[in-house]
């Protein structure tokens, strides 16, 4: 249903261009912000646009890292936006689908741990329903983790 395609001096203006609802832009990162991170961790970042055929649709970011920290080796779902025209098509189940696929697919890991910020129940919900559950312990700011096991 969608692709991960990666950011390239093609697609990186379009990119720019993607935006959430505005009662959705307090729990998301702009794309901007996001490729800025991606620039400075360079090594993990990956940075992805989100297509549904030929039509950019959205914007994913995974932070990959194959340190064994004592927890295990794992990934960070760091961004998921799904633009405002796009959404409440199935896109951005369909992209976290596809992330966790591209993960197990490519690199030796553990898990994935993603975070969700307080009131953002759309996102706690999807991440619920493709495996994710609450770990570890909520931060001062309200944001919880979850994380998905990509072993067994």
């Known amino acids: 249903m969608v692709e ?3 950011i390239t001096e093609e697609n990186f203006d379009e990119c720019l261009e993607l935006e959430v609802r505005g009662d959705q832009e307090g729990f ?20 992805f646009a989100v297509y549904a055929g030929d ?3 959205g914007f994913l ?6 340190r064994d920290d ?4 794992g990934c960070e779902l760091w961004q998921l936006a799904i633009d405002a025209r796009h959404q409440r ?3 951005g189940r369909a992209a976290a689908k596809a992330a966790i696929e591209l993960v197990r697919s490519a690199y030796d890991l553990d898990e994935i741990v993603t975070s969700v910020l307080p009131g953002n129940d759309a996102a706690e919900r999807l991440y619920e329903s493709l495996g994710f559950a609450r770990a570890g312990e909520v931060e001062d700011d309200g944001e919880a ?8």
């Open 55 to 57: 039509e950019m649709v």
């Open 28 to 47: 998301v990162d702009s794309v901007a912000h996001s490729l800025a991170l991606a620039w400075l961790h360079w090594e993990n970042s990956r940075p």
């Open 61 to 66: 970011m995974l932070n990959v890292s194959d």
């Open 145 to 152: 983790w979850m994380a998905l096991s990509l072993r067994g």
């Open 70 to 73: 004592g927890a295990g080796k």
């Open 89 to 91: 098509k199935g896109y």
């Open 4 to 6: 991960l395609r990666a």
